[in-house]
């Protein structure tokens, strides 16, 4: 008999407790119902400002940039290219220059480097 009460009386307290809840949610439903309308009465009052001009703007400086982006790439591909060709240029020649001029001086080490080993052998 205890078991049955105290069994029984957690079923009504659940019971109270999801009944409380879904007078909660109700209450939530018809709130987010009402605020809702309210909001989609104020969106159709609302003008908007034109923004196509804006969105034209920005997707035109998009593609300059992709434009620039492409570019800048194959600049720095053309002076990989360079570089490789002026290296083996130089390797050809016997000569330690480069087209680079920012890379003569790395050139005149290495040369000078190649000069100390020949001279160790």
Do not use: W
């Not at 360079?82 to 390797?91: F, G, I, N, T």
């Amino acid at each position: 008999e205890a078991g049955e009460e105290g069994l029984a009386g957690f079923a009504r307290i659940a019971g109270e407790s999801v009944d409380g809840v879904i007078e909660t949610q109700l209450l939530l439903s018809a709130r987010i119902t009402r605020v809702s309308t309210e909001l989609n009465t104020f969106m159709a009052s609302c003008e908007l400002p034109p923004l196509d001009h804006y969105t034209q703007q920005l997707a035109r400086a998009r593609k300059r940039l992709a434009t620039t982006n492409a570019t800048l790439v194959q600049i720095q591909e053309r002076l990989v290219r360079m570089e490789r060709l002026a290296a083996s240029s130089a390797v050809r020649l016997g000569h330690g220059l480069t087209i680079s001029a920012g890379r003569e001086a790395a050139a005149a080490a290495d040369s000078d480097e190649d000069d100390s080993l020949s001279d160790e052998s």
